[in-house]
């Protein structure tokens, strides 16, 4: 009986000592996160100058990683590219997809469903009840390359740049459109002419 009450009063004095040590610890973080907001204010909109010699190093090693990245990056050969999200309402996304690969467009999307590869398959395959041919590309560098902001988006590339679309108009309105005044016309004409 004597060693059980001594084994609850250790308990019960490990258990005062470990709240007080949370509490100095969370006191303490509080306030180096006020010295952090404080910190950021101070140098908010605060722009340093590199001497010339030093920003042409920082440009020359931009440019080599930039190079080094692109090398990297295998050539896919998506010269059409569709760009969607799990956000569009489930039937619109499934009629848009169906449409943009039916003009030959791969449908893109940013990234994972909360970055969970379980909740985007889980979307996958509630989708592909609905159209068994459903599928989406998962490509955040094309959003980069193409400086894609918002979605649906349609993308052309050809040898003289590309055309980005922005809307939820039909794919043949917008491949309409870059025909007539598009970078790409002559590509839109040709994916109009096979329609």
Same mark, same amino acid.
């Given at each position: 009986m004597r060693l059980y009450l001594i084994t609850i009063m250790c308990i019960l004095s490990i258990n005062t000592t470990y709240a007080e040590i949370t509490k100095q610890d969370e006191l303490y973080l509080k306030q180096k996160q006020r010295d952090l907001q404080e910190f950021k204010k101070d140098v908010q909109g605060f722009q340093y100058a590199l001497p010339q010699s030093q920003q042409q190093k920082v440009d020359e090693s931009?440019?080599?990683?930039?190079?080094?990245? !692109?090398? !990297?990056?295998?050539? %896919? *050969?998506?010269?059409?590219? #569709?760009?969607? =999200?799990? =956000?569009?309402?489930?039937? *619109?996304?499934?009629?848009?997809? $169906?449409?943009?690969? =039916?003009?030959?467009?791969?449908?893109?999307?940013? *990234?994972?469903?909360?970055? @969970? #590869? &379980? &909740?985007? +398959?889980? %979307?996958?395959?509630?989708?592909? $009840?609905?159209? $068994? @041919?459903? *599928?989406? +590309?998962?490509?955040?560098? #094309? #959003? $980069? !390359?193409?400086?894609?902001k918002a979605v649906p988006a349609m993308v052309i590339q050809c040898k003289l740049g590309y055309d980005v679309i922005y809307g939820s108009l039909p794919i043949k309105e917008d491949l309409k459109n870059i025909a007539k005044n598009g970078q790409c016309k002559k590509d839109a004409e040709l994916i109009l002419s096979k329609g």
């Open positions: 931009m440019n080599d990683i930039k190079n080094n990245i !692109q090398e !990297q990056q295998p050539d %896919k *050969g998506d010269k059409l590219l #569709y760009f969607v =999200s799990f =956000s569009i309402p489930d039937n *619109g996304l499934i009629q848009i997809v $169906k449409d943009a690969k =039916s003009y030959g467009f791969t449908p893109v999307i940013r *990234g994972l469903i909360n970055n @969970d #590869y &379980a &909740a985007t +398959a889980k %979307k996958v395959f509630e989708l592909t $009840k609905t159209d $068994k @041919d459903f *599928g989406v +590309a998962i490509d955040p560098f #094309y #959003y $980069k !390359q193409f400086n894609i």
